[in-house]
């Protein structure tokens, strides 16, 4: 009977150990604001280097996909109901926002893909005053995507 319990209690103790620790994924909220004149320095991929807008939205594949970029990072959303949604500005109050530096520590502070390191990213993007979309998207890795 000992002998079992030792057992048991060894391969418990080899058990805990050896699992990954489980880190709990959180939903962020992000303000993607395409007005904002900040500029990053982009590189083409041929060494060479432009100033462009920190903030781009492009859309793809006749509009279904939309392309967000900040900097260098891309987050892409597919033009479904479930992954667009507009509402009333008044929704940013029961929210809290995170700015982008908040996504790069997280995503820096855990070895996973980016598209692991969160629950669900939202951007959101004013339309006016009172009016929002909110916009489900993914984080693309760069080793994920092959660019032309």
Do not use: P
């Not at 500029?39 to 279904?64: A, H, V």
């Not at 990072?73 to 940013?92: M, N, P, Q, V, Y």
């Not at 006016?128 to 909110?134: L, R």
């Amino acid at each position: 009977m000992k002998t079992m319990t030792l057992l048991f209690f060894m391969i418990n103790t080899i058990t805990c150990f050896s699992q990954k620790q489980v880190m709990e994924k959180e939903t962020v909220y992000l303000l993607f604001d395409k007005q904002n004149k900040e500029q990053c320095l982009i590189e083409d991929g041929s060494g060479n280097s432009k100033y462009t807008n920190k903030y781009r939205k492009e859309y793809w594949s006749n509009g279904n996909i939309i392309n967000f970029r900040i900097c260098n990072e891309r987050f892409t959303s597919h033009r479904t109901k479930s992954s667009i949604d507009t509402c009333s500005a008044k929704a940013l109050d029961n929210i809290k926002l995170v700015d982008f530096d908040y996504l790069q520590k997280k995503y820096d502070s855990v070895y996973e893909f980016k598209h692991h390191v969160f629950e669900k990213i939202y951007f959101i993007e004013k339309i006016s005053e009172d009016k929002i979309i909110k916009y489900e998207v993914n984080w693309v890795d760069s080793i994920m995507m092959i660019q032309d």
